[in-house]
């Protein structure tokens, strides 16, 4: 059984920064594909970022030049890192595994990762 548990989260001032990581147990991560997403209040769920299993990234565009994705195969863990962090960043975090093996190139449509996990909230307030 696949399991994904974020950590990391937590209430940060405008300007702040935090690293949210994504621990992957029940498969080895190397040959997948996984994304952050994210769901402010009263919204639908976006994109945030994605990394294919050969380390093409891409990020959503209100997050580029703040925010960068990692991953480290041998921790089967997934990376974050949230730099100048804004108010409207304010939303519960979610890491997603597409469960495809090598895909080409990098998805950014909830609907394309099989596996999720539980969220950690994320406040940016003063």
């Known amino acids: 059984q696949v399991q994904l548990v974020e950590s990391g989260g937590g209430l940060v001032q405008p300007g702040g920064s935090l690293k949210l990581s994504c621990v992957v147990s029940g498969r080895p991560i190397g040959s997948h594909g996984m994304a952050w997403f994210r769901q402010a209040p009263g919204k639908e769920r976006e994109f945030v970022a994605v990394?294919?299993?050969?380390?093409?990234?891409q990020l959503a565009r209100s997050v580029e030049g703040r925010f960068a994705i990692s991953r480290d195969n041998a921790k089967n863990t997934m990376y974050l890192q949230m730099n100048t962090l804004k108010p409207e960043d304010t939303a519960v975090y979610y890491c997603?595994?597409?469960?495809?093996?090598?895909?080409?190139?990098?998805?950014?449509?909830?609907?394309?990762?099989?596996?999720w996990g539980q969220g950690t909230q994320v406040t940016v307030s003063s």
């Open positions: 990394v294919s299993w050969s380390g093409t990234t």
């Open positions: 997603a595994l597409d469960g495809r093996s090598f895909l080409f190139g990098v998805r950014s449509e909830a609907s394309e990762f099989d596996h």
